[in-house]
């Protein structure tokens, strides 16, 4: 299993090395639920689900960079496209650093004030970020064994 | 040179042009396809010179649409950009006919070194 601290680094060089995004690590804070969510699973060797959770507000601020679109010209498909395709990138590179051979699904996004609970009951590692001073995580979370 | 960028993300498609236009290749066109199978088709009507192309994608991946080229007799240039990054897959991508094979993310720097193959 990853440690936060390698979830921090695989996020940075997405949001911040990438995207240039304004990206820094936050505290931890489960309290303090984040209605967007977008997911990949990982399966194979090693089974596990990758979450993004964030606000509406930084998934516009987020869309609009890597779209090249103003914020008013932004729908929930470009939304669900560039919040999937984080979750795509970074659920891509945790899978490589997994161990074993696995595959990465299709990414899922829920724009619909999600409860931001983890998608897996299995043990789970996260960590904090504030991504254009908004509230973003990343969630790992491993899935039990049937 | 006219190239067909191939990613089910138009987000992905916008970042990956725009770093294509910070790099030294020269750039006459670009096409577009979400996936796989739209791809096979936009290389029958647009003929590209090059194709740069996701690895994960509905309807058809990016690994099934270069061996179905190859497999055609069709030697069109082809690399990924893709978040796969094991070597196992790496391997499949340059035994399977790739010319380079760029793991997301990215910067324009790694994309202008990956492409230098095309020289």
Redesign the interface.
Known sequence: MLSSQDIEVISS??CR???GLNFEVDSPSLSRPLPLQAAVRISGDYDAIVEVSTTSAAATAV?SV???LGPDNIGEQ?LA??L??IV??I???I??ALPG??T???PCVNLENSSDEPLSNGSTVFADFLLVNEPFRVRLSKSPRA | MKILIVDDSKAMRMIVTRTLRQTNLQVSAIVEATNGQEALQKVESENPDLIICDWNMPEMRGIDLLQTLRQSGNAIRFGFVTSESSPAIRQLAMESGASFFITKPFTAESMETALTVLN
């Open positions: 060089n997405v090395d990438m995207l869309t890597m779209c090249g470009d496209d560039a999937g395709e795509n990138i659920g891509g590179n899978k490589g051979e696995t990465l699904s299709l």
